[in-house]
C-alpha cells in the first residue's frame, strides 16, 4: 500500500534530530523499510533522524541514512544478531558456568 502521511509524527526534536513514530496496520516491516516507501516526506526527514515504526507483521526501528533528490534511504537498527563476549581461559565461573563480573562488568580472572 502507498505511505500514508497521517500516520507519521514527530514524537521528539532537539537539536536538528527527530524521533518520529510511523504506523501502518497495512504495510509489513520489509515495505516500511524497503526503498520508496518513505519517499513523500523526504523533505520532512532528516539524516540521522530515527523512526519507531509499527507495521502490520512486527515493530522496527529505522535510521535515516541519507537523502537523495526526494529518495530516502532506511536502514533497520537492532536487526542484527549480537555475539557475546568470548570468556577468557582463565576467567572464574559460578555454580551455572557463568563468568563472574566485577563491578565494571570485566571478568574476574584466576591468577
Same mark, same amino acid.
Given at each position: 500500500m502507498a505511505f500514508d502521511p497521517r500516520n507519521l509524527g514527530v514524537l521528539a526534536y532537539a537539536a536538528g534530530f527527530s524521533l518520529w513514530q510511523y504506523r501502518s496496520l497495512v504495510d509489513n516491516a520489509a515495505t516500511i523499510a524497503g526503498p520508496g516507501h518513505m519517499d513523500p516526506v523526504a523533505a520532512m526527514l532528516r539524516p540521522d533522524d530515527v523512526i519507531l515504526a509499527t507495521a502490520a507483521d512486527r515493530g522496527l526501528l529505522l535510521r535515516v541514512v541519507s537523502l537523495n533528490g526526494g529518495s530516502v534511504t532506511l536502514a533497520e537498527l537492532g536487526s542484527g544478531t549480537? +555475539? /557475546?563476549p568470548s570468556v577468557p581461559l582463565? #576467567?572464574? *565461573? $559460578?555454580? #551455572? $558456568? +557463568? /563468568?563472574? *563480573?566485577?563491578? #565494571?562488568? #570485566?571478568f574476574i580472572l584466576q591468577e
Open positions: 549480537v +555475539q /557475546p582463565t #576467567a572464574i *565461573l $559460578d555454580m #551455572a $558456568d +557463568q /563468568p563472574i *563480573l566485577d563491578e #565494571a562488568g #570485566a
